[in-house]
C-alpha cells in the first residue's frame, strides 16, 4: 500500500488535531521521514461551519462538533514547533483542511492570512441544514434522497471553486464513498459532467488545484477521489496543478496508494505533482 513512495508527496493527512483522529503527530512526522517523502503535509480538519463554540450557534442538531478554530490553533502552532525541531530531517507543510468555505467566506479569508500557514485545501463535507456526510444515516434514504444531495454536493462545489482561494480542492467525489462504497446506492455521474467541467475551470482561471485523494482505493469504493478521468477533463480545461494526498487518520495509511495516485495523474497527462510553500506550487517531477 506504501511501496513506491520515495520521492513522492503526501499532502493530505490527518492527526491528534482532527476530531477524527488519534494518529500521534510525532509518529506520523517520523513515518514521513522513514517512507522517505519530497514533501508531507499535516492537513487537520477544521470546518468553517463550526469555527465557534457550541453556544454560539444555538440549537442546531446537525453540527457534531464545534470549536474548530480552537483545533486549527492547536494543529497550527504545534506544526510550526515540529518544523522548527525536525527542520533538515523532513520537508513538512503546514496545511489545513478548510471545509465549507463557500459558505463562510469571512472565516476562510481569515485563515488564509495567517502567515503560519503554507497550503489549504479547501473540502466540502457538509451541505447547508444538513448532516456531514460522513455522519448522515443513509438507511433512512431512497434514491430521490441521494439524487438531491448529489445535485446539491455538485453545486456546493461549483460554489466552493468560484470562491477558490484555497490551493488545493479537496477530494472531489468522495460522497461516493458513502453512497456507492459503504450503501449500494448508484449514482448517475454523467449528469454533472457539466458542472464539473464548469467547476475546473473556475479552479483552472485562479492557477488553483485538485488533488488526487487516494483514500478511496483503500475503501470499499476502490477508487480514487476523483477518477481519472476526472483529473483528465481537469487538465482539458486548463487545469496544471495536481496534488496527491491519503487522507490517512492513522499512521500506517500515511502514503497508502500514494503511488497508484502518481499513475493516474501520470496517465491523465501530468508530468508533476504540487506541494505547497507559502500557498506556493513547488513541482515534483513524475519522472
Ligand atoms: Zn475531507
Ligand atoms: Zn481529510
Redesign the pocket.
Given at each position: 500500500m506504501t511501496q513506491g513512495v520515495r520521492g513522492l508527496i503526501d499532502c493530505h493527512t490527518h492527526t491528534q488535531f482532527s476530531v477524527d483522529s488519534e494518529a500521534d503527530i510525532r509518529k506520523m512526522i517520523e513515518r514521513a521521514i522513514d517512507l522517505g517523502l519530497a514533501a508531507y503535509a499535516i492537513t487537520d480538519h477544521c470546518e468553517a461551519n463550526r469555527w465557534y463554540p457550541k453556544e454560539y450557534y444555538g440549537d442546531v442538531k446537525v453540527y457534531p462538533y464545534f470549536d474548530s478554530g480552537k483545533d486549527y490553533e492547536a494543529s497550527v502552532s504545534e506544526i510550526t514547533r515540529l518544523k522548527a525541531e525536525y527542520g533538515g530531517k523532513i520537508n513538512l507543510i503546514c496545511g489545513t483542511?478548510l471545509g465549507q468555505a463557500q459558505e463562510f467566506p469571512e472565516i476562510a479569508e481569515n485563515v488564509l492570512r495567517d502567515e503560519r500557514l503554507d497550503f489549504m485545501i479547501g473540502?466540502l463535507?457538509q451541505l447547508p441544514a444538513t448532516e456531514d456526510f460522513a455522519l448522515m444515516d443513509y438507511s433512512l434514504l431512497v434514491q430521490s434522497d441521494i439524487d438531491k444531495l448529489m445535485d446539491r454536493y455538485f453545486e456546493g462545489i461549483y460554489e466552493l471553486c468560484r470562491w477558490g482561494k484555497f490551493d488545493i480542492l479537496?477530494?472531489l467525489t468522495?460522497t461516493l464513498r458513502y453512497i456507492e462504497g459503504e450503501n449500494g446506492f448508484k449514482v448517475n455521474m454523467k449528469k454533472y459532467d457539466e458542472i464539473i467541467a464548469e467547476s475546473f475551470r473556475e479552479l483552472a482561471q485562479k492557477d488553483k488545484g485538485i488533488e488526487i485523494n487516494t483514500s478511496g482505493l483503500r475503501q470499499a469504493y476502490g477508487r480514487a477521489f476523483p477518477e481519472e478521468n476526472y483529473v483528465k477533463l481537469f487538465k482539458d480545461m486548463g487545469g496544471e496543478i495536481i496534488s496527491l494526498g491519503s487522507?490517512a487518520h492513522f499512521v500506517e495509511h500515511l502514503g497508502a496508494n500514494i503511488a497508484d495516485g502518481a499513475r493516474i495523474a501520470k496517465s491523465a497527462g501530468f508530468d508533476r505533482v504540487a506541494y505547497f510553500v507559502k500557498h506556493k506550487p513547488q513541482f515534483v517531477s513524475l519522472g
Open positions: 483542511e473540502s463535507h479537496g477530494h468522495y487522507d
